[in-house]
């Protein structure tokens, strides 16, 4: 992806996450090591961590990240 469009994920995805998830969830974007099904549920407990103010949580599978 080009920065612009990294930019853009970006500022679209912290009107809904914090600044450490929002950057954390862009990077696993980049991630082409990452599979999809370990995207998906660490989106899914990104957003369940959010809720709970758990502002730094790490999903499993995206520690190096």
Same mark, same amino acid.
């Given at each position: 992806? %080009?920065?612009?469009?990294?930019? %853009? ?12 998830? !929002?950057?954390? /969830?862009?990077? !696993?974007?980049? &991630? &082409?090591?990452?599979?999809?099904? /370990? ?8 957003? %369940? !961590?959010?809720?709970?103010? &758990?502002?730094?949580? /790490?999903?499993?599978?995206?520690? %190096? /990240?």
């Amino acid at each position: 992806m %080009k920065k612009l469009e990294l930019e %853009k994920i970006n500022e679209l995805l912290l009107k809904h996450y914090n600044v450490f998830h !929002a950057d954390l /969830v862009t990077r !696993a974007i980049q &991630d &082409d090591n990452m599979p999809i099904e /370990v995207f998906e549920r660490g989106c899914r407990e990104i957003q %369940k !961590a959010e809720l709970m103010e &758990d502002n730094e949580f /790490v999903p499993k599978g995206w520690e %190096k /990240v």
